[in-house]
């Protein structure tokens, strides 16, 4: 801007005193002093011109630039906000179905449950009982081993024990029990003392009482069937 000023001061300086020399030589005064000092002055109006005009491109090119910058700046920020709405949509979405889930299962599992008296120190008690029994006996490989059995194992009724296995592990009992029972099985398919039991002789020794029932359980459990299980086994 400063720039600007001086050379505009300069250049009505230089018309002005162009102006006043030009009309002294139309005047009559037409010594090479006067023409000396025309020419200069008509340079310097040239010049100033030229050099005006260089600035005021060089100008105008940075303001197109400062504009280009903060129309990207600008964009950048709209980008910016639109992707922060999008996550900030996406986490409210996520938990809110969390808030739907638990409160669907809070809603399942209440009514179903909302007139035991069991108590919680007690439902804690029964529980220590139930993974002792299903860690430590082999009577869960009994094929007549039952919700009953469990109940009289553990010194309390059936309904208490389903009640504690739904809540703690969010299973019925015949899920839970076909757990254990696959695990055995696995450790037994993976044994080469048992490389001489079929199939069928290893699912009756762990409580499946049919071919079909085991290999289904079995593969819900590990995502293989009890064959694809034994290969595996025997490869290590």
Do not use: W
């Amino acid at each position: 801007m400063k720039r600007i000023r001086l050379l505009a001061l300069l250049y009505f300086i230089s018309v002005g005193t162009l102006i006043f020399l030009t009309y002294s030589y139309h005047e009559g005064n037409h010594n090479d002093l006067t023409k000396v000092v025309v020419t200069i002055s008509a340079n310097v109006v040239v010049v100033s011109l030229i050099f005006a005009a260089l600035i005021l491109y060089i100008n105008n090119r940075k303001l197109k630039e400062t504009n280009k910058t903060l129309y990207q700046i600008y964009l950048d920020n709209i980008e910016y906000r639109k992707q922060e709405k999008q996550q900030r949509e996406l986490y409210e979405r996520v938990i809110e179905e969390l808030k739907k889930e638990n409160e669907s299962l809070h809603s399942n599992e209440q009514p179903r449950y909302k007139n035991s008296n069991l108590a919680d120190h007690d439902k804690q008690d029964i529980l220590s009982k139930i993974i002792n029994v299903m860690e430590y006996s082999d009577k869960i490989y009994d094929n007549d081993f039952d919700l009953n059995t469990l109940a009289e194992m553990v010194g309390t009724n059936y309904k208490y024990v389903s009640q504690v296995i739904n809540q703690e592990f969010n299973k019925n009992f015949s899920a839970y029990l076909s757990e254990y029972r696959v695990h055995e099985a696995c450790r037994k398919l993976a044994d080469r003392n048992f490389s001489n039991m079929t199939l069928e002789a290893i699912a009756e020794s762990v409580g499946f009482k049919s071919r079909s029932n085991f290999i289904a359980c079995f593969k819900k459990a590990t995502g293989m069937t009890p064959s694809e299980y034994q290969k595996q086994a025997n490869r290590r």
